[in-house]
């Protein structure tokens, strides 16, 4: 069965550092989104491509975050500089489409901030 | 915007009862509704789905749900959990609109005790 493949599982990094995710999802989805996790909440949208185009970044922080689709297939997320805030898990999704929300994730990046 | 409300943050239950996780929604237009599972340290999968139709929907392992657009509620249920049904829960929420983004739950934590 396809999966939505994340990597790393896990980044431990130190606040100012920089750190990237990526993301490769099922093969024929052309949308893909990044969702964050904070722990005991449920998953906030930051960003949503479809192909290789952003259509919603609104809850994407600008300042620190950004993240790209090249080739309207892979994916990565880009956090600099990190800050003690922004640890959480970073969930990647896919979809054949974006009209109904039937979603699938991969296991997620969970990252650390010291 | 659409919004989601889970009424339960935790539900502990004893094998074998019967378990209700309760889910409201917010939406001044027609909405598809989902319900998704996480277990520890991974990704989300979907259980089961509103999306037109019959308004008792059956998803996998046994769960179904049951929209009512009067009491805008979602409420998931399952007659006799099991161990492994030990989960977190989200409900989430899309707008029949092309391209509209998925808004979940603060999640409900299910815990099947023996």
């Known amino acids: 069965e396809a999966e939505v493949a994340q990597s790393p599982r896990y980044k431990i990094t130190e606040k100012s550092q920089a750190v990237a995710f990526w993301c490769d999802p099922i093969?024929?989805?052309?949308?893909l989104y990044w969702y964050r996790q904070i722990l005991g909440q449920g998953p906030e949208l930051l960003v949503q491509?479809?192909?290789?185009?952003?259509?919603?970044d609104s809850q994407l922080p600008k300042d620190r975050f950004s993240a790209e689709r090249l080739k309207g297939v892979d994916s990565t997320l880009k956090i600099q500089p990190a800050e003690l805030g922004d640890s959480a898990m970073y969930l990647c999704?896919?979809?054949?489409?974006?009209?109904?929300?039937?979603?699938?994730f991969g296991e997620g990046s969970r990252l650390t901030v010291l | 915007a659409q919004s989601v409300t889970q009424l339960d943050s935790q539900v502990p239950v004893f094998e074998e009862a019967p378990v209700e996780l309760r889910c409201n929604y917010s939406?001044?237009?027609?909405?598809?509704l989902f319900w998704y599972v996480q277990y520890p340290n991974q990704g989300l999968q979907l259980l089961l789905k509103?999306?037109?139709?019959?308004?008792l929907v059956k998803g996998i392992n046994g769960f179904e749900a049951e929209f009512n657009k009067s009491q805008t509620s979602f409420h998931l249920r399952k007659p006799s959990v099991h161990i492994s049904d030990t989960a977190e829960y989200f409900c989430?929420?899309?707008?029949?609109?092309?391209?509209?983004?998925?808004?979940f739950g603060e999640g409900t934590q299910l815990t099947v005790n023996p």
């Open positions: 999704a896919s979809s054949r489409t974006a009209n109904t929300g039937e979603l699938f």
């Open positions: 093969s024929g989805h052309a949308t």
């Open positions: 491509f479809q192909d290789e185009s952003v259509v919603d």
């Open positions: 939406s001044s237009v027609s909405v598809y």
């Open positions: 509103y999306l037109s139709g019959s308004t």
């Open positions: 989430a929420v899309s707008v029949m609109v092309s391209g509209s983004r998925l808004t």
